[in-house]
T-cell receptor, first 113, second 111 residues
Framework: NAGVTQTPKFRILKIGQSMTLQCTQD?????MYWYRQDPGMGLKLIYYSVGAGITDKGEVPNGYNVSRSTTEDFPLRLELAAPSQTSVYFCASSYGRESEKLFFGSGTQLSVL | RKEVEQDPGPFNVPEGATVAFNCTYS??????FFWYRQDCRKEPKLLMSVYSSGNEDGRFTAQLNRASQYISLLIRDSKLSDSATYLC????????????FGIGTKLQVIP
């Protein structure tokens, strides 16, 4: 059982480039999330989705976009990468609401230079 | 005041010791509480949910104090494998979009 799969694990971008972080889960979870984790900071929610076709902004959405065309996939798009987007990104999923366990992907270390 | 506050540590303890972490939260409407464990350069994984009555899982005990707005994690008989960062997670009603992660407390268990 793969759980939540994120790709790539590492990526270096130049300022102004774009890329998509992929996230797939095979647990049939309705809820999916994208977080970023910076040193000395708690995880911050970028975007979330409560089901296919439904997405909404989290705490730090600027510079990012998402889509949710299927239950399984929740890609995160970075447009015009900036050094401030250097971070570790985690995709997560859960079956239900805040009382449910979050399952995280293994993370993507992104550097924007 | 931060919504969720944790002492970042590190807490350096010898094997076999008992160690406790606290986490304070500022929003009295918070209703769900968790401890997650995060190993270096890895993803967070749920360690324990924290219930009003307190709960225990082997060497780990979690407690909630609503009056003082803090949760605690007690680890007894520390093992080298307990070395990790422990994230306090607090949620308000409305789904995981209302969840706040603490910065984590780093524990290093020393032989």
């Amino acid at each position: 059982n793969a759980g939540v799969t994120q790709t790539p694990k590492f990526r270096i971008l130049k300022i102004g480039q774009s890329m998509t972080l992929q996230c797939t889960q095979d647990m049939n979870h309705n809820y999916m999330y994208w977080y970023r984790q910076d040193p000395g900071m708690g995880l911050k929610l970028i975007y979330y989705s409560v089901g296919a076709g439904i997405t909404d902004k989290g705490e730090v959405p600027n510079g990012y976009n998402v889509s949710r065309s299927t239950t399984e996939d929740f890609p995160l798009r970075l447009e015009l990468a900036a050094p401030s987007q250097t971070s570790v990104y985690f995709c997560a999923s859960s079956y239900g609401r805040e009382s449910e366990k979050l399952f995280f992907g293994s993370g993507t270390q992104l550097s924007v230079l | 005041r931060k919504e969720v506050e944790q002492d970042p540590g590190p807490f350096n303890v010898p094997e076999g010791a008992t160690v406790a972490f606290n986490c304070t939260y500022s929003n009295s409407a918070s209703q769900s509480f968790f401890w997650y464990r995060q190993d270096c350069r890895k993803e967070p994984k749920l360690l324990m949910s924290v219930y009003s009555s307190g709960n225990e899982d082997g060497r780990f005990t979690a407690q909630l104090n609503r009056a003082s707005q803090y949760i605690s994690l007690l680890i007894r008989d520390s093992k080298l494998s307990d070395s990790a960062t422990y994230l306090c997670v607090v949620g308000r009603p409305g789904g995981y979009q209302k969840v706040t992660f603490g910065i984590g407390t780093k524990l290093q268990v020393i032989p």
